[in-house]
């Protein structure tokens, strides 16, 4: 069993920025991927960003790319999504998830077995 707990959220005026962590447990933090994936009310959720195993590669959605930064630090069991320059439209629900590790970087949800809670990120025009 894996727990994954988000936290960082909250409300941010258009421009700012935030950092959203990711504490893990119960798997063998430094042999897994981890994404994060967000879900807007009425849409449906979306990848934003994940990071291999050892943190060597990364790979963004393009809405986010080059406003988001995510890393991890495997001696904290930890992952990390730093939002800058955040718009309205950034606005939603944002979830960290992990898989095994794998030769490429997944980006669809469903390869991703175990997710967080959520924590909310809203940005105020």
């Known amino acids: 069993q894996v727990q994954l707990v988000e936290s960082g959220g909250g409300l941010v005026q258009a421009g700012g920025s935030l950092r959203l962590s990711c504490a893990a447990s119960g798997r063998t933090f430094s042999s897994v991927h981890m994404g994060w994936f967000r879900q807007a009310p009425g849409k449906e959720r979306e990848f934003v960003a994940a990071?291999?195993?050892?943190?060597?590669?990364?790979y963004y959605a393009d809405s986010v790319k080059g406003r988001f930064t995510i890393s991890r630090d495997n001696a904290k069991n930890t992952v990390y999504l730093q939002l800058n320059s955040l718009k309205p439209e950034d606005t939603a629900v944002y979830f960290c998830a992990s898989r095994p590790g794998s030769m490429y970087i997944r980006t669809q949800g469903t390869e991703y077995d175990y997710w967080g809670q959520g924590t909310q990120v809203t940005v105020s025009s």
């Open positions: 990071i291999s195993a050892g943190g060597g590669t990364t």
